[in-house]
């Protein structure tokens, strides 16, 4: 520490100006010096020590970040590496705040070994996190970085507690004869768990020989003495098989929490009661309901006698997704809120219905069950309305018929400018998305797979789906790499995998 106007200084061991593979887009790289592991295969031995390098303040970094801004493109940014960024973690916090306030795109990459009185401040600051994975069990992970595999596991555990809210690019280095096999790249998978709804994307780093000189120079045993590099073809068919065995289990996931529900014995008409001939003041409220008004007298008494009242007390649910829809639901009183657990695991709120909305007419006519969650926000009185009294005497009503189209129109005028806002923050579902949005309106089945023939460019993809045009382009790559799509000029999308991209999205 300087005894000066500026508090807190930083080590820094070297940087790059344009990083093209540490985090997305274009990208200058600050390496800072320091780390608490010993990595077998680590290949900057000179920036493991905390004595040397450059002091820097928080305001150099920004300085030297705004010099470069104009390369850094829609995507780029900047990335601290290392050594161990987190080591120097008062130094870090403020160097990322000030990259934020000035509108900077930020990454680290961590081996999530650091100083955890400052990850709360941190954390909220990354936008994307370079994640090291470096063994998978106590002993290996001792062996080959000579850390403790717990406090890693704690750190994975507690990223949201910590106000984590970014993207998380996984990686690990595959040595050849340690963890070159399908079994550890499950192994790796697993320990993801955690953190598996922020993973957008999963590499495999091949072993390389690189740093031997440096240690040779610095006069350090070289703990890998011998081992050839790892074979490049190998570790690309191995992460193809990690990515393809991650979205796989997210999938099974889904599908297990989707039967859990189903299991879960719901009596939609709990707490129900029919109507009975004292309830009059009841049974006029519920004939002046717009949706019913225009039933007449005598089809009136048929319709009393099916319908049935449902309370339902705040937090109780209506229905949840995946529920057969066998009625329409009609607010006589209180709110209702329509929402859907997003991938990445958020609640996104489309509806808040009240008295005398309904949901579920198209349920009805589609024999479709739910697709989202409807929930009370308060104590609620709501009628269910039987698929049979639907049909026979609401869809041959025209006033009725006039309000549910009436309703219908407003709600997707809601849902195209819900759509603007919408969004998941991660990339490769998004991309995901898109590609199955496109496979529904204009994809052509063909021996070689789905044909996407587009009318629009790369940046309008990117509006299409919320990504700059340069995350559009860069997971299309990616896609292609992991052998999910083909890239036919820049008109044509071959799906090759249809499957790999459902278990992003559904």
Not at 18 to 40: E, I, K, S, Y
Not at 170 to 178: Q, S
Not at 482 to 503: C, H
Request: proline residues 3%; glycine residues 8%; hydrophobic residues 35%.
């Amino acid at each position: 520490m300087k005894e000066n106007s500026i508090k807190v200084w930083g080590k820094l061991h070297s940087m790059e100006s344009m990083g093209l593979v540490d985090g997305p887009g274009n990208r200058t790289l600050f390496f800072l010096q320091g780390c608490p592991l010993r990595c077998a295969y680590c290949h900057n031995p000179d920036a493991i020590t905390t004595s040397g390098g450059k002091e820097i303040t928080p305001e150099d970094i920004l300085k030297t970040a705004r010099r470069y801004r104009t390369y850094h493109g829609e995507e780029g940014g900047i990335t601290f590496s290392g050594g161990e960024p987190l080591l120097q973690g008062d130094f870090l916090y403020e160097a990322l705040e000030k990259l934020k306030n000035d509108g900077f795109n930020t990454c680290v990459d961590t081996s999530g070994i650091g100083n955890p009185k400052y990850y709360s401040k941190i954390m909220p600051l990354i936008d994307v996190m370079l994640l090291d994975v470096k063994a998978f069990d106590e002993e290996s992970f001792k062996d080959i970085c000579q850390g403790d595999l717990s406090v890693y596991l704690k750190f994975i555990r507690d990223l949201e507690k910590y106000g984590f809210q970014g993207m998380i690019w996984a990686r690990h280095v595959m040595v050849p004869g340690l963890t070159d096999n399908k079994e550890s790249m499950e192994k790796f998978v697993e320990i993801l768990e955690p953190v598996k709804n922020r993973v957008e994307r999963i590499e495999i780093l091949p072993y390389h020989t690189a740093g031997v000189k440096k240690y040779e120079e610095l006069k350090i045993p070289y703990r890998l003495e011998g081992v050839e590099p790892m074979d490049k073809d190998k570790a690309k068919e191995l992460e193809i098989y990690t990515n393809k065995y991650f979205t796989e289990s997210l999938h099974k996931e889904r599908v297990e929490e989707a039967k859990k529900k189903q299991k879960k014995a719901k009596n939609i008409l709990q707490n129900e009661r029919d109507l009975k001939e004292k309830d009059k003041a009841l049974i006029e409220e519920i004939k002046s309901l717009p949706l019913l008004k225009g039933i007449s007298s005598e089809k009136m008494e048929e319709v009393l006698k099916e319908i049935h009242i449902i309370k339902k007390n705040t937090n109780d649910y209506v229905f949840q997704t995946d529920d057969e829809a066998s009625y329409m639901y009609l607010i006589l009183k209180g709110q209702v809120k329509i929402f859907y657990n997003t991938i990445d695991g958020k609640e996104q709120i489309f509806y808040i219905y009240r008295d005398q909305d309904f949901v579920g007419g198209l349920n009805l006519l589609e024999h479709e069950s739910y697709l989202y969650n409807g929930q009370a926000l308060t104590d609620c009185e709501i009628i269910s309305i039987p698929r049979e009294v639907f049909e026979e005497y609401i869809l041959t009503n025209p006033e009725s018929l006039k309000i549910i189209l009436k309703m219908s129109f407003e709600r997707i005028r809601w849902a195209e400018d819900l759509i603007q806002r919408l969004s998941t923050s991660n990339a490769s579902m998004k991309t995901a998305g898109l590609l199955l949005r496109l496979k529904n309106s204009i994809g052509v089945e063909t021996e070689e797979g789905i044909k996407l023939e587009l009318s629009l460019n790369r940046e309008e993809l990117g509006n299409y789906s919320g990504l700059t045009r340069e995350t559009v382009t860069r997971k299309l790559g990616e896609f292609k790499e992991l052998g999910y799509i083909d890239l036919i000029g820049n008109k044509i999308i071959l799906i090759k995998d249809l499957e790999a991209l459902e278990d992003f999205v559904f």
